[in-house]
């Protein structure tokens, strides 16, 4: 299947932190999300960071996926790797009644550290090919994610693997989602610090023409002024606003040693564009002309 080329710049960057107990499979998933291979040995991380494009709901970014420590002696460096999220992803594993008891205290924990009521996570259900050993069935998984309202899916890192991909992705569906909302409510469209402006102008001034009598009496010249005014401005939200503003001016002058003749013609043209998408769709266009004024004055 054919897929679209990647972009080179200017893509956004989303921070994605693995959370959880050690031994649930964070490293095994962020493994199989990014090489497509299952580690079955477990090697108690410290801190692993992957870097990767991808494309989601046609739209490319940056995952930055930092995997971290779950035994209790790295708890001091949890917070620290918190600050720096854009999501979380909150892992356990139905094999471990422990861990799933423990999702509590880790979505306490990032709401302190982000001082916020809510953030982007995923509450992901990790080892469901063990079915055998398997302790925490799926009813009880959702009615944790939706005491949290948050997501929940539930994942196998063992080949053939379930569930790694749309993991990843939907954690970043939330934070666009999230983003998204949080601007419109704050009556902000654009991401200042990630926003991309385009401003182009373009000015043309001609003579279409210039006649003067054999006796010099008369004077005649004809005059022609256009402007082209283009901006754009574009967020890593996928909204873009686009405004174009065309003028055209055009004067036509006679003189002679008994009239003084003026003609002015004027037309303006304003157009407006604004799209915003995903998760919302968003769709808005204005467009505004003036046929244009003349005016003449004799003497």
């Known amino acids: 299947m054919a897929t679209s080329a990647v972009p080179s710049d200017n893509l956004p960057t989303y921070k994605l932190v693995v959370v959880g107990d050690g031994g649930v499979g964070k490293s095994a998933l962020t493994i199989q999300f990014f090489q497509k291979i299952f580690v079955p040995d477990y090697d108690p991380t410290i801190e692993d960071s992957y870097l990767k494009h991808t494309e989601i709901d046609a739209q490319w970014a940056i995952l930055d996926v930092l995997d971290t ?164 401005l574009s967020s890593p939200l996928s909204l873009s606003l686009s405004l174009s503003l065309s003028l055209s001016l055009s004067l036509s002058l006679s003189l002679s040693l008994s009239l003084l003749s003026l003609s002015l013609s004027l037309s303006l043209s304003l157009s407006l564009s604004l799209s915003l998408s995903s998760p919302l769709s968003l769709s808005l266009s204005l467009s505004l002309s003036h046929p244009g004024n003349r005016f003449q004055r004799g003497a």
């Open 69 to 232: 420590a779950g035994q209790e002696e790295f708890s001091a460096m949890r917070e620290q790797y918190m600050r720096t999220g854009d999501g979380f992803l909150i892992v356990f594993s139905v094999t471990d009644k422990a861990s799933f008891e423990h999702v509590d205290r880790f979505h306490q924990l990032i709401l302190r550290v982000k001082d916020r009521e809510s953030f982007p996570m995923v509450l992901v259900a990790n080892k469901v090919d063990l079915l055998h050993l398997r302790k925490i069935p799926s009813d009880q998984g959702r009615e944790m994610a939706s005491k949290h309202s948050i997501a929940y899916i539930e994942t196998s890192a063992k080949d053939p693997a379930m569930n790694v991909d749309k993991a990843f992705h939907e954690l970043v569906r939330v934070i666009r989602y999230v983003t998204t909302t949080d601007y419109l409510e704050k009556g902000c469209l654009f991401d200042t610090k990630a926003m991309r402006v385009s401003l182009s102008l373009s000015l043309s001034l001609s003579l279409s023409s210039l006649s003067l009598s054999p006796s010099l009496s008369s004077l005649s010249l004809s005059l022609s002024l256009s402007l082209s005014l283009s901006l754009s």
